[in-house]
């Protein structure tokens, strides 16, 4: 079915991608080497139907640049898998360029030995991303012919592009100079793959959506091939409606979705959502007894436990673990909800009243205004029009900032309360974003709280001593960002109370922290997670799974 799709040129966003599917890999690269390959066999033939006929509209067969395919990866240990990958599939007896030169830039530093010793003790998507050069600037052509590959070719005369986004972005920000570098790299683009999105996700996400809102724009510079081979469709600015996507994703995220917008394939989109890890009635994260109260599981023996939970009540040692999963939902203020399709609308303000007010029947033949909202229902995905005229300021309700707002006061009105108490013992806060870490901060730093937070920029020396602290009970809360956690994967010890800020990017970082936990007393747990509604609402039926919307 996938290849079905990439074949056929249709934009596909797989959210599937793991470190077992390496099939993935090679699909996408077949695809952009016979790609590659054809466009370089018409571009010749009609080079000698040029020379006898002349000049005709039917030989239209170029973009304004040679390079028709961009690949956006986060490492150049990744960049050095796909190269590895096109010469396997090239035929046996081809000669490649600059081999030793692109092993010794691509391939493991000399202080990446050591690391390689640690294989094995992290989990297996940590060292897809980490393993190897985990270098994430770097831009590299490659060209393409019937029995070769050359490597390091300059970009005017390169069919592939392979480079991460921040590679693109220090061309970009030195525009003035290498301008014509730019327009070798965007002007032209046929196939675009983003592969391993969900590290890019942790690295930059910013720039990879501007990277791809620049694809496909009409070069401000003179230096491309001749006009009477470009295609009408370049030159008259719809480039992008020819332009396949392929992304490939370990999660979902609205960020990934929100790149769809830059998507105008007239092929169409096909959206492949991840799996959960435990595939019952409703697919979630979380094994059955962690959501069910009560449910007896073995004792851990060391071994790793299958899908089926259940199965181990019936066995004699058996441990009652007492877990409590909270989930905790806020709506920012202003924002119109719809609660049912019997006409009748809820707005919701801060304090999370209802006022139910009714709304007059819409036909679906009526024209509507810019100013009218469209909702999407997502608990009964069906369409629901509602003639509620919105002010400026009702757009930008689910901005960051109005999202951010709003997740603070949630957390001020239903968490902070329990924390002053006291009641909840070695409290762990997960927190997705390090401006939200340093909100939080400031407010339990005004409660004189005792606390310590630990972020992707604090030293390994001080971390360590942070999750000490934490693990011999000296230290009641701890705060760690997600970018951390993502990043340097350490072990958490002690937790008993566990609360989410947000749901995380990668679901089964819940499951982690949890199995991270170093007792086997029947102690009580508690999981608490904040989330808004309804952007992240699937996201935590992902990790629970299916709860009320």
């Known amino acids: 079915m996938l290849h079905k799709m990439i074949t056929n040129y249709e934009d596909v966003f797989y959210c599937r991608r793991t470190p077992e599917n390496e099939s993935v890999r090679l699909l996408y690269c077949s695809h952009a080497l016979n790609h590659s390959l054809l466009c370089r066999a018409l571009v010749s033939k009609n080079n000698e139907k040029e020379k006898q006929f002349g000049v005709s509209d039917s030989l239209r067969d170029q973009g304004f640049h040679r390079a028709r395919t961009l690949i956006l990866v986060p490492t150049r240990e990744a960049a050095r898998r796909i190269v590895h990958t096109f010469f396997q599939l090239m035929p046996k007896g081809s000669t490649v360029s600059h081999r030793r030169r692109f092993e010794r830039d691509f391939g493991l530093q000399p202080g990446d030995t050591d690391k390689e010793k640690k294989t094995g003790r992290k989990p297996k998507d940590y060292e897809e991303w980490f393993s190897g050069n985990s270098n994430d600037n770097f831009r590299i052509g490659l060209a393409f012919s019937k029995k070769s590959v050359k490597l390091y070719s300059a970009f005017r005369d390169s069919d592939l592009i392979l480079a991460s986004p921040l590679g693109i972005k220090a061309i970009i920000d030195d525009e003035e ?57 370049y030159l008259a600015g719809y480039g992008k409606r020819y332009r396949q996507t392929l992304l490939f994703s370990a999660v979902s995220t609205f960020l990934i ?35 069910i109260p009560g449910l007896k599981i073995p004792n851990r023996t060391g071994q790793k436990r299958q899908h089926s939970d259940i199965e181990s009540v019936n066995e004699d040692k058996s441990t009652n673990y007492n877990f409590k999963l909270h989930l905790i939902s806020f709506v920012v203020p202003g924002q119109i909800s719809l609660k049912s399709s019997y006409g009748k609308l809820v707005n919701k303000d801060q304090s999370d009243s209802e006022d139910e007010m009714e709304v007059p029947p819409l036909k679906i033949t009526d024209s509507l205004s810019s100013k009218e909202l469209l909702k999407l229902d997502s608990s009964t995905n069906s369409l629901l029009l509602s003639r509620k005229s919105l002010t400026p300021t009702d757009y930008t309700y689910l901005s960051g900032l109005n ?89 958490i010890r002690g937790p008993q109370t566990f609360i989410f800020y ?47 919307f």
Request: charge should be negative; proline fraction near 6%.
């Open 403 to 491: 999202v951010s707002m709003a997740r603070l006061n949630a957390f001020k009105q239903r968490i902070l309360p329990r924390l002053r108490r006291g009641t909840d013992p070695r409290v762990l806060i997960y927190v997705p974003d390090l401006y939200d870490l340093e909100e939080l901060r400031q407010v339990l730093l005004s409660e004189s709280l005792d606390f310590c937070c630990i972020n992707e920029y604090t030293e390994d020396s001080e971390a360590e001593r942070f999750r000490t602290l934490f693990g011999d009970g000296r230290i009641r809360i701890l705060l760690i960002t997600e970018r951390y956690y993502f990043f340097r994967r350490r072990k």
């Open 502 to 548: 947000g749901p995380p990017t990668f679901p089964w970082f819940v499951k982690e922290l949890y199995d991270f936990r170093h007792s086997e007393d029947e102690i009580q747990y508690n999981m608490t997670i904040l989330y808004c509604h309804p952007i992240e609402t699937h996201i935590v039926a992902m990790i629970t799974g299916s709860i009320e």
């Open 257 to 291: 979705t929100l790149l769809s917008g830059e998507c105008e394939n007239f092929q169409g989109m096909n959206y492949i959502p991840p799996l959960s890890h435990y595939t019952d009635l409703y697919p979630t994260f979380l094994p059955d007894w962690v959501r």
């Open 177 to 233: 100079e290498k301008q014509a570098d730019v327009q070798y790299i965007i002007a032209s683009i046929e196939l675009l793959i983003i592969d391993q999105a969900e590290m890019l996700l942790m690295q930059n996400w910013a720039t990879v959506q501007h990277i791809v809102s620049l694809l496909n724009q009409r070069p401000t510079v003179p230096v491309f091939a001749s006009a009477a081979r470009i295609r009408l469709c």
